[in-house]
T-cell receptor, first 113, second 113 residues
Framework: DQQVKQNSPSLSVQEGRISILNCDYT??????FLWYKKYPAEGPTFLIS?????DKNEDGRFTVFLNKSAKHLSLHIVPSQPGDSAVYFC????????????FGKGTLLTVNP | NAGVTQTPKFQVLKTGQSMTLQCAQD?????MSWYRQDPGMGLRLIHY???????DQGEVPNGYNVSRSTTEDFPLRLLSAAPSQTSVYFC????????????FGNGTRLTVT
C-alpha cells in the first residue's frame, strides 16, 4: 500500500508560468516532508522541506504548502525555468528519522521554452 | 569535498553471483542509507545505519547485507544475485537525525541476467 502518492506521472508547463506538483500521504505519523529533484543519471538532490508544525515554507522560487487535514502537500515553482525540467519526488518521514524516507513515485516536470 | 561516492556506476551480474556495491562519504555523516529505484516504484529503503557498528533493515532488505565498520563507508552486499534485483541503487547520508536532509550519491545501475 503506497503511503506517499504522486498521482501525476508528468506535467508540462511553459517557461515563466507556475508549476504545481502535488503529493498525498496516508500515514498520519508522517511529520516531516521533503521534495527532491532528480536529473537523469544523477542522484536525487534536496530541494525544500516542511515540518508538520508549519503549513508553508518558501525558498526563492520554490514554495511548499502542507494541508494536514487533507494529508496533502504541493510544490509551487514560480516562475518555471527550462532548467527545472526533472523528476520531482515527494518524500516523508516520521519521528524525526530523516534518514528513513518514504518516497512517492515521482512526477516528470517539463518546462518548455 | 566529494560528498557521497558510489562505485561502480554500472554492473552486470549473472544470477547467483555475489558482489558488493561501495558507498563512501567524506562529510563525517553519522546516518547512511541504501535505496533502490525501480521503474514506476519511486525509491525504496533497503538498509540504513545510524552510526558505525549499527545497522537496521528498511522496507525491502531481503537478499542484501550491510555492515558499517567506519563512519565513512557503508557497503551493500548482494549474496546471490537475482533478476529481481535489477535496479538502480542509491546510497545517501545525513549529519543529523532530524534537521538535515539526505545527500545522495549518483547511483549504481545493476543488471542481473
Amino acid at each position: 500500500d503506497q503511503q506517499v502518492k504522486q498521482n501525476s506521472p508528468s506535467l508540462s508547463v511553459q517557461e515563466g508560468r507556475i508549476s504545481i506538483l502535488n503529493c498525498d500521504y496516508t500515514n498520519s505519523m508522517f511529520d516531516y516532508f521533503l521534495w527532491y529533484k532528480k536529473y537523469p543519471a544523477e542522484g536525487p538532490t534536496f530541494l525544500i522541506s516542511i515540518s508538520s508544525i508549519k503549513d508553508k515554507n518558501e525558498d526563492g522560487r520554490f514554495t511548499v504548502f502542507l494541508n494536514k487535514s487533507a494529508k496533502h502537500l504541493s510544490l509551487h515553482i514560480v516562475p518555471s525555468q527550462p532548467g527545472d525540467s526533472a523528476v520531482y519526488f515527494c518524500a516523508a518521514s516520521s519521528g524525526g528519522s530523516n534518514y528513513k524516507l518514504t518516497f512517492g513515485k515521482g512526477t516528470l516536470l517539463t518546462v518548455n521554452p | 569535498n566529494a560528498g557521497v561516492t558510489q562505485t561502480p556506476k554500472f554492473q552486470v551480474l549473472k544470477t547467483g553471483q555475489s558482489m558488493t556495491l561501495q558507498c563512501a562519504q567524506d562529510m563525517n555523516h553519522e546516518y547512511m542509507s541504501w535505496y533502490r529505484q525501480d521503474p514506476g516504484m519511486g525509491l525504496r529503503l533497503i538498509h540504513y545505519s545510524v552510526g558505525a557498528g549499527i545497522t537496521d533493515q528498511g522496507e525491502v532488505p531481503n537478499g542484501y547485507n550491510v555492515s558499517r565498520s567506519t563512519t565513512e563507508d557503508f557497503p551493500l552486499r548482494l549474496l546471490s544475485a537475482a533478476p529481481s534485483q535489477t535496479s538502480v541503487y542509491f546510497c545517501a547520508s545525513s549529519w543529523d537525525r532530524v534537521n538535515s536532509p539526505l545527500h545522495f550519491g549518483n547511483g549504481t545501475r545493476l543488471t542481473v541476467t
